[in-house]
Structures are given as C-alpha cells and as structure tokens.
C-alpha cells in the first residue's frame, strides 16, 4: 500500500482511511504499521479547517474555491469530522452529489466522514487520515465541520488555519453558533454576498469585525478579519486563498505556523495518553460495578469527592 | 473542630481551611474526615463567582456589596481563586487592608488565596472550603478570581452564579480579558458608574448588552444582561443584589439551579479520578525516563502517537 499511496494512487488511499477507521485490532495493528512507513513523506500540507453553521453553504464554498486550487494545480484533499453522524446516522459530505464537480476532479479527494465513535475516535481517525493525505501528495487539505458542537474545537487543534463561514444575519446566526467559535477563527467568510444580499452582507462583515477587534485572535500575530464573499457566483474566493497564502507566509516566518504544529502533535500525545487511562479505568470491572454508587453519593452530599475517589482508587490498584 | 464550625466560629474555620490546603498526608487525612462529618450541613449558601481584569474594582466592590450583605443579616464568606499567586507569590485578597471594614465586620469571614500548587489542586481547595464555610453558616460565598487565565472557567464550575465586572472602555478591557469569559457570565457589572464616568458607562453597558444578543447565555432560561454600578459610591449594588436574587429564584424554580450543582458535583468526581490517574502515570519512574524520548520523537515525525501511546503503556503494565 505504501508504494501506491506514495505515487498518489486515490483508490489506495481511500483503503488506508477504512484501514485508519476500522475499529478491528487487526486492522488498526495494519494501519498503525503503515502510518509509521508513511510518516517521513507527510507534514508538507496546508491544512484548513472549514467550519459554519448549516445553511452557511459550506458544501459549495468548498467546491468553489476546491475546484478553483485543483485548476492552479494543487492536489486537495477534503475531510469531514461530523461527531453528530455518530447519533444521527447521517454523515456531512456523505451525500456525494453535493459536490459533484470537485469529486469528479483528477486532483481531489473527498472522503465524508467517519462513522460513529467518540469525539476522540473522530479526532485520531481525522489525524490519521490527514497523514495518510500528506503521503499521497496533497498539498491542500479541507477539514470541515458543522459549527454546532465540541467539533470545531477538535478542528482547530487539526488545522493550521481555521475558517468560519457565515451568512447574513449575524445576530440570528450568532444565536445558533456554539459560543467562543468567533475567537477560534483565523478569518470569516460572509457567504452569499451576492445580488440582493450584497449590502446587507458588507453590514454583516462590519458587525463581525467589530466583533473581532474586541476578542483575542486566534493565532499569535495574526490579526482575524472578515471578508464577503460568493461561492455561488465565485466571488471573492480569490482574496480568501489569498489571504490563506498571507497567513502561512507570516506565521512561517515568525515561527508560529512551526510551534503550533509541534505543540498540536504533543497535545494529541497527551489526549491519548489521557484517553487510555480513562479508558482502562472506567471499563475495569469492578470500578463499573462501584463508580454509579459512588457517583450517587458524591451528588446526594453523602460522601466527599476525594473520599470517593480514594475508595475507587483502592478497588483499582488490587486489580 | 466540628462543631466549632457548626456554632459559626471563624478562627476555627480559618483553621479548618488551613487544613483542607495543607499537603502533608496526616493533615489531608484530618481534614477528609472533617470534611466528612460536616457535609450534611452544607449546600445550603449561595455560591457566587466574582471575576474581572485588574483595576475593575473588584476588592471595593466586594467590601461594598459584602457590607451591605452583612448589615442585611447575611453571613458572607470570600474566597479566592488566585491560579497567579503560585508564580508572582503574591495573592489576591492577602492585602487585608483592601477590605478593612468587610474584614471587621462579625458577619464576614475573609479568606485569601490558597497559595502555589496546580490550578487543580486550587480547585479542590477551594471547592472544600467552600463545603466548611458553608457548614459554619455562611449563606453566601463569593469566590473571587481575576479574569486573566483559566481560573474564571473554574469559577464557573463552582458556583451558581457568575458576575463579571468590567470597566468603561470596553474594547480595550475587553482585549486584556481572556477570550469566552463573557459567555461564562450570568451578569455584567459595570463599575465606576460615577461623576463624569456616569454616561460613558452607560454606552459600554450597551454595548455590553449588544455582545450578550449575539452569545448563549451561560445559564439556561436566564437572560445574561449587563447593568453599571458604582462601588464607591455604592450605586447600583441594591440592583444587583436583586437581580442575583432574581435569578436563584428564576432557576430554583426551574431547577436549573440544582441540576447545575448535581453536575459540578458529577464533573468534580469525573475530573478528580482523571487527575489521580495523570498523577499516577506521570509520577511512575519507568514513564517518566521514557516520556521526552517520545514526546521528541512524535514532535520530530518519527513515530506515530498511537505507537508512542503503546509502548509506553506496555512500560505501564508491567510495573
């Protein structure tokens, strides 16, 4: 698989990502051997996480200014982390006809999310397959998300640079949005800034950037701004990649681009190290039996907190 | 101690929080058992988170406020949350001269900050102390942070209500404030509402209010709103007061106010097993020599953090 992925072979990579996503041990044995052969060719990308409320029209934005980087040549590859398809069986870019253009395009890969799991499995599965991408040879890669969850959190810790679409009607939109999203960003995109809806959405841009001059930015040196733009009448796109190309120039120069991904790789280390401790804990046998009555306890004010987690410390350490 | 405590006397509970912030094992143990034995009289206070950035007037407000509280028949408790002081080695509220008159006052028992230890170990502390002043019939506690770390969001973990003290010149304080803690806020105070300050704190109050629109409130079913007042002056604060009144009612009623402390009681429990495991691991001999060499190499692109995750669980498992 190795070779075929180097070479860039799509159908290939898109069986490492099932390699990635499977949940079978030997399966997962499989694809952490290939990973690790994979990691000297990786790291060479931009990665962009996407993210905005529905009905943002993230779908053909991504087509748009997708199809717009395939035609100057780069490779693109577009993953989705969608941690609600877990609940509600459905599954962002799953429906492929939503970006028919840019699926069918020689240098894009598309690949909607993966099914089920816990946020953290979505978060090494996302990571993995991001590897996996890199190998191939892409150069630009599409994290997207819905803006309604703990989902964009996760995104920000994947990307290099992050992206909030929006439409018009801040006010009503803003309501809908999971709080702090606007100080994840690294620029906002005012989407439908066309026809009609063109000075309404020039408003829209001034609001958030007043917005914006009041919240810490989200990159060290970097100052978030918002833009308008139309995805439907391809404008505006240009200025974003533009402004995409100014971000990775500033924040290489200054470092800052090198530090994040150092300190995004020591924090996945510690999230899995994290991860697995709880996950020994919590399905230990006897610790199952005993932690719902303990819990009972510590929220009916019978017992303290440190007492409940001495006495299920103690169960754990005669195992 | 206990029912030193129990009858109110605060030089015993000064002594009692002493306790509950030693480190020594016998002393922890003292105070476990302590803190047992009095659970059942505690939960009935109102617990109220007062943050801000430096210069909001936080001490003059707390004496104001408390002062006003004490001479209505409360019993008032401050505590602080001082994540800074285990670095500058200063503390906030050790200036005791900040709250002569509060401190005087035979219904106020004043407590500075624990002092050093991790923003965990804070927590804890505070969240017992909380239990013990409680116990000795205090019936409102304000726990007192500065909002310029992560110590506001630990705050809100341990009260019921939140309040948020700003000055005028909104934008500028709001560039020092840490991002996502006017979200946290159930209320809005600003502060030296006086003189020729009087209309420029109403224009930030607004502006505040604009901001608050576009934010979920921090507590379900309750409209975070942004209010001026003057400490020094002591305008403003009967408002306040009613407003907090208002919403211990409003949540009571819908149990909000309950469901919340369940939860903080539930997350308490949840984040303390996953201290003691961290603890546990980062302490071990083995993972400590082997940790860098990992963390380097996950860093540096030459393994992969699942792998880095197994081997140094393999080293776990076999102590």
Known sequence: MKQAILAGDRKVLAQAVTLVESQAADKQKQAQQLLQELLPF????????????PGAGKSTFIEALGLKL?????????????????????????DKTRMEELSKHPNAFIRPSPSGGTLGGVHRKTRESIILC???GFDIIFVETVGVGQSEVIVRELVDFFLLLVITGAGDDLQGMKKGIIELADAIAVNKADGE??????????????????VQPATQ???TRAYTCSAL???????LWEVIQSFVQTTKVSRVF??????QSKQWLLQSIRDELEARFYTNHEIRQLLQEYMKQVVE????????????FSIYEVK
Chains 1, 2 share one sequence.
């Not at 959405?201 to 001059?213: G, H, P, S």
């Not at 004010?301 to 299920?312: I, N, P, S």
């Open 233 to 239: 009448y391809l404008k505006g796109l240009e200025e």
């Open 258 to 263: 090198f530090e994040r991904r150092k300190l």
């Open 42 to 53: 990786t790291g060479n990308s931009i990665r962009i996480g996407i993210t905005g409320v």
């Open 70 to 94: 395939c035609e100057k040549g780069h490779r693109l590859a577009v993953l989705a982390v969608d941690p609600s398809s877990s609940v509600s069986g459905g599954s962002i870019l799953g």
């Open 301 to 312: 004010g019978k017992v303290t907190v440190t007492q409940a987690v001495e006495a299920l």
């Open 197 to 214: 809806n063109e000075r309404k959405a020039e408003l829209t841009k001034k609001e958030y950037n007043q917005i914006l001059a009041m």
């Open 134 to 136: 890199e190998a191939a």
């Open 221 to 223: 040196g970097w100052k």
